[in-house]
């Protein structure tokens, strides 16, 4: 390398270093030491879903963090701009763009969280999924869940369970259960459609049993499609005066959750089993989504008496029992 390659090479190489220099000022006022914001204590909702992007556009919008680019660098620069925890978060006056970082990936200072509960999920599996996020423990949510009812259309319900609606929410951490049951019931009475106790005396049945039927399609059903044919089942063989014989309704009876239901199942002693005990259960047996309470309030008109399933999420339908038998013996081999 000749003299004039050298001084080159020195010259680049100084450049270099005096732009990384003042990238790391830059970053040392910006991010680790800028105490300006935000200018008083905040609060800040970060959604479920969203890009790194949008959080810091989200803070910036806040008044929380003055430069959102140098925000999503030194993320980036540390990977943490895929650890962010979606909630809401309690920001104090005069905090840095690090230490809010740390806090969104941390979870520090966070002071509501977001809870998804998936449809036919019960009372039992709301509590514990309430405890897995943080909210609070699952004894006391189940205790005030099955403890306390509901007024549907000046009817009322034995417990919650059926009407805690599954949605996704933002609970406040060490959220009461009276807090929690008073959200979940008041979406699901938001949810339900208006005509619904009009629709449940025209097909003669009370709206909390109409929630019942709609919890037994939700733990039956896969598929949209199905949810009215299997409601039809239902009506029907209530009308016949046939038990049920659900499965679902065997497995809410036992004490703990079976994959399987054995023949020894079916003989459990409880209200709940469908197939000892003609007419409906006692209770609803999950919390029903829309579709499985709109399937249970227009439910399909056929002659169908059965059904089996026979995979990939879908059931075969009978009238008679001759036609069952010869399902079972398809799909069930």
Known sequence: MNRSSLRVAVWIAG???????????????????????????????????????????????RGIIGDATAFRLYARLIHADTAVRAGEYEIQAHTTPAAVLKMLTTGTGQVAVWVTIPEGFTAAQIARRLQRDGIGPAGAYERYFMHHSLDVDGWRTRTLEGVLFPDTYLFPAGASPRLVAHVMTAQFLRELPADAAARARALGFTLPQIITIASMIEREAKVDAERPLMASVYYNRLRLGMPLQVDATIEYALPHHADVITRRDLEIDSPYNTYLHRGLPPTPIANPGLPSLLAALHPAKTDYLYYVYKGGGRHAFARTYAEQQANIARYER
């Open 15 to 61: 450049f270099t270093l005096l732009a990384a220099l003042l990238l790391a000022v830059r970053w040392w006022i910006t991010v680790a030491a800028d105490r300006s914001l935000p200018l008083a204590p905040s609060t800040v909702i970060i959604p479920r879903g969203a890009s790194f992007d949008d959080v810091a556009a989200i803070l910036r919008r």
